[in-house]
């Protein structure tokens, strides 16, 4: 059966006609045409390709558009209402943010339940975005769209054994930062035994990190998420299973990939892996700062995925204690306890007084600053002295005129300065929160409140992302224009407005 025969119903598997469509830029942007709608079958439309391409009146627009809906952003004539305040503008946004169900034929996974999707052009429910969005609709008491989306990533962790990026076909192969076991914390303070509930689902997320561990010996050193260190621990790093192009960023994965002497299939994992990790892209995962070629993601131990994988263990470890389960219970306690040892082993640095992530190949710690290093403190799992430490840092090499910014790097990246990232601002602030740094605390989620307020009095829009060294810049890098809408913009500015500032813009 030739590959035109086949039946598909994914368009990132239509071999030449995808990769023309891609490379030919038919859209402005590489993530349209996996999300168009086929008019026909998949097959049906390969074989008229193949039949007519090599005719010299073929039009490759003209048969896209013929064969394709490009799907309609369901919130494009949207227009902010002045006379709203910033908590009721973002509390109307969670409506109009709100999807039900996929469009057949799609590349959208078909989910159970309403989600609140970013916005912009997102319209998927991505994993880590979901739990910052939860903060603020805790805020707004919305307590039933948690349970709903917490319900559709349970669901997706029974359908694939693990979240997705985000609930598109071509996203399978990766995950993002595990927030579950956090979201099941905010709608356990609301629904009593929320945590037991998703039990089954918690220990499938974690097995999924944990993919490999009997895999591991002296003869491999890695596995999948999982790095045996030197004294023999383990600990987690990012990756995908697949090691090809992103479809949604084909034409820059293999226009890179033209650049480089590094093997292809490696860069491309490199890339994926960067995707899972949510930070695409920062200079923290690059080799040389300066050159994006240098990726080596599948290399780096970071600081702030352990972390989270230390939260899941003493989840577990709190869930089969109430179930009295002794025996797991003590298992899981253990595995959290050497995962915070060998954090604070590989990750903290006592002359800088910071945590930094760790190159394994290098077997050092990397020397790039980031806000990943708020997350020890976020978790409580630095001591007093370290976390007054990092705190000063954070005062003195991150804290900016609108919040915190992501590295002090200025590489072009997204994830890098001048910007600043509402996940990171919320992070940062509750873990010098944790430890008695009320006062930074507080100042700096007053300088982000401030900029967001400033940006929706200007515009009526609060933004993906913000430049926080610069307030009058918007913020730039990336592969894509910055997006508005903005689920977890939304979510921590709720949140941090009914800590922090109550007034009306």
């Not at 621990?233 to 650049?259: F, G, M």
Request: hydrophobic share 35%.
């Amino acid at each position: 059966m030739t590959f035109a025969e086949m039946e598909t119903t994914r368009i990132e598997d239509l071999g030449e006609l995808f990769k023309e469509v891609q490379m030919k830029r038919i859209f402005p942007d590489g993530k349209t045409f996996p999300d168009c709608l086929p008019k026909f079958t998949l097959c049906d439309i390969n074989k008229k390709y193949l039949q007519q391409k090599n005719s010299p009146s073929f039009d490759l627009k003209n048969f896209v558009e013929e064969n394709f809906a490009v799907p309609k952003t369901k919130n494009e004539n949207f227009e902010s209402d002045h006379s709203l305040s910033i908590k009721e503008h973002i509390e109307k946004l969670q409506y109009v943010l709100t999807r039900q169900s996929a469009d057949e034929n799609s590349s959208l996974i078909k989910l159970p339940f309403p989600y609140i999707v970013p916005g912009g052009r997102f319209d998927e429910i991505y994993y880590w975005d979901s739990y910052f969005t939860m903060l603020g609709l805790q805020v707004s008491g919305r307590i039933e769209m948690i349970e709903d989306m917490v319900a559709n990533l349970a669901y997706l962790i029974d359908t694939f054994g693990y979240v997705p990026n985000a609930n598109r076909t071509y996203f399978l192969g990766r995950s993002q930062p595990p927030f579950f076991s956090l979201m099941l914390e905010i709608l356990e303070k609301e629904k009593n035994n929320s945590l037991i509930k998703y039990l089954p689902q918690l220990l499938r997320e974690y097995d999924f990190w944990m993919k490999g561990k009997d895999e591991i010996g002296h003869a491999n050193k890695t596995s999948h998420r999982l790095m045996e260190m030197a004294d023999g621990s383990l600990l987690n790093r990012y990756w995908d299973e697949n090691d090809t192009p992103r479809p949604e960023s084909y034409k820059e994965d293999t226009e890179l990939a033209q650049t480089s002497k590094e093997n292809s299939n490696v860069l491309f994992r490199n890339i994926r892996a960067a995707c899972e990790s949510g930070w695409d892209f920062s200079c923290r995962w690059f080799k040389d700062i300066s050159s994006f070629i240098s990726i080596h993601t599948t290399e780096i131990i970071p600081v702030d995925l352990n972390c989270l994988l230390f939260h899941l263990e003493k989840t577990l470890s709190e869930i089969f204690t109430r179930e009295n389960d002794k025996e797991q219970a003590s298992h899981f306690l253990l595995l959290a306890e050497k995962r915070r040892l060998s954090i604070q082993k590989y990750c903290w640095n006592e002359t800088s007084g910071y945590y930094f992530d760790y190159d394994i190949k290098e077997q050092k710690q990397k020397s790039i600053y980031t806000m990943a290093a708020a997350f020890p403190l976020f978790f409580k799992i630095a001591s007093s002295s370290q976390a007054e430490k990092v705190a000063s840092i954070l005062k003195d090499k991150f804290l900016k005129n609108g919040g915190f910014v992501t590295t002090p790097e200025t590489s072009g990246q997204q994830w890098d300065a001048p910007n600043g990232w509402a996940p990171l601002q919320w992070i940062a602030i509750q873990g010098l929160s944790n430890y008695g740094s009320d006062e930074l605390a507080k100042e700096a989620a007053m300088r982000w409140i401030k900029l967001n307020k400033k940006i929706y009095k200007g515009t009526g829009k609060l933004m993906e992302k913000y430049n926080v060294v610069d307030e009058n810049i918007k913020a730039g890098g990336g592969e894509y224009p910055a997006q508005d809408g903005f689920g977890w913009t939304n979510g921590v500015l709720l949140k941090l407005m009914s800590i922090y500032d109550n007034s009306r813009p």
